[in-house]
């Protein structure tokens, strides 16, 4: 099973940014996916989380500006940030629950993308 996040980048502060995590490999079904973030020096923390029964949740910090989203025919998780300020740059991974078969689930990471928000 593989991660693909994609879609960091360079933005000006009240810009927005749309990044995706692709998963591909052996996947019997997707349990949840979330997008953590991660500062250097610091923890990495949960920023949004969508599962498979259509719920999702928000750190305090992004709701009303972060929308998590997914596309289940492609098995992409998208994150919408709009309105970003410079406390939103990070480092930005998204991780899986993944059921590989019917009896086992494993969590698996992307790689990070870096979104950088001058002001």
């Known amino acids: 099973v593989q991660l693909q996040a994609s879609g960091g980048g360079l933005v000006q502060a009240g810009g927005s940014l749309r990044l995706s995590c692709a998963v591909s490999?052996?996947?019997?079904?997707?349990?949840?996916v979330d997008w953590y973030r991660q500062i250097p020096g610091k923890q990495r923390d949960l920023v949004a989380r969508?599962?498979?029964?259509?719920?999702?949740d928000y750190a305090d910090s992004v709701k009303g500006r972060f929308t998590i989203s997914t596309d289940n025919a492609s098995n992409t998780v998208y994150l919408q940030m709009d309105s970003l300020t410079p406390e939103d740059t990070a480092v930005y991974y998204c991780?899986?629950?993944?059921?590989?078969?019917?009896?086992?689930?494993?969590?698996?990471w992307g790689q990070g993308t870096q979104v950088t928000v001058s002001s």
């Open positions: 969508a599962t498979s029964g259509g719920s999702t």
């Open positions: 991780n899986a629950y993944i059921w590989v078969d019917a009896l086992n689930e494993y969590a698996y």
């Open positions: 490999g052996n996947i019997f079904r997707i349990n949840s």
